[in-house]
């Protein structure tokens, strides 16, 4: 079992829609997690910080955490075309380090 | 531009030879991160430095493999005696630490895109 799993899509939806990402993870221990956005050739770009249950509110962005369920999502609403790109899910392995999820591909469609 | 910067941006290498990369942090972060990301994959730690401390390192950091933070600003990850295998983006990132017994935000530089021949 992968350390955390992202379905990799790619996830498709219209402009001004909202996307919805979710992601799984295996530690229990976790205590840190985050949503990072990376256009294709570049670096990924930290979006949200989550570190307790329930949601957190940034803008057009809404992160989500479950702990007892030890799942993670991002919702961004009135979704525009660039937003499109692979979203990645870390997850603090320990107090040092991340495991980070394979991404998931968002395309936002005029 | 505060922001976390590596250098080169992108290199080409033979097989067998040795290469180094230059990160420089944000400057008030004591917490600086290097990962590998191949295509289609997320990061993969690598190793980190607390100042000029390396704490931890990945069992995919092989012998030939070697980064330092001499004074605890900038750290250099070298590579010896390259492999095809190694061609990869090598990612530095950076973080504050608030001792809160959690890990905090890290914020990533642009990259260093090493290819093999």
């Known amino acids: 079992q992968k350390e955390v799993e992202q379905n990799s899509g790619p996830l498709s939806v219209p402009e001004g829609a909202i996307a919805s990402l979710n992601c799984t993870y295996s530690?229990?221990?976790?205590?840190?997690f985050f949503w990072y956005r990376q256009y294709s050739g570049k670096s990924p770009e930290l979006i949200m910080s989550?570190?307790?249950?329930g949601d957190k509110e940034d803008g057009r962005f809404t992160a989500q955490l479950n702990k007892a369920s030890q799942y993670v999502s991002l919702l961004i609403r009135d979704s525009q075309p660039s937003d499109s790109a692979t979203y990645l899910c870390?997850?603090?392995?320990?107090?040092?380090?991340?495991?980070f999820g394979t991404g998931t591909r968002l395309t936002v469609i005029p | 531009d505060t922001g976390v910067s590596q250098d080169p941006r992108h290199k080409i290498t033979k097989r067998g030879q040795n290469v180094t990369f230059r990160c420089d942090p944000i400057?008030?972060?004591?917490?600086l991160y290097w990962y590998r990301q191949t295509l289609g994959q997320g990061p993969e730690f690598l190793t980190y430095?607390?100042?000029?401390?390396?704490?931890?390192k990945s069992r995919l950091l092989s012998d030939r493999f070697s980064a330092e933070r001499p004074k605890g600003s900038f750290s250099t990850l070298e590579i010896q005696r390259t492999e095809q295998g190694d061609s990869a983006m090598y990612l530095c990132?950076?973080?504050?630490?608030?001792?809160?017994?959690?890990?905090?935000?890290?914020?990533f530089g642009p990259g260093t895109r090493l290819t093999v021949l």
């Open positions: 870390a997850v603090s392995a320990g107090a040092n380090n991340l495991f």
């Open positions: 430095f607390q100042n000029e401390a390396q704490l931890e």
């Open positions: 400057s008030e972060h004591n917490r």
């Open positions: 530690d229990r221990g976790s205590q840190s």
């Open positions: 989550i570190y307790s249950n």
């Open positions: 990132a950076s973080s504050p630490f608030t001792g809160q017994g959690r890990v905090d935000e890290q914020f």
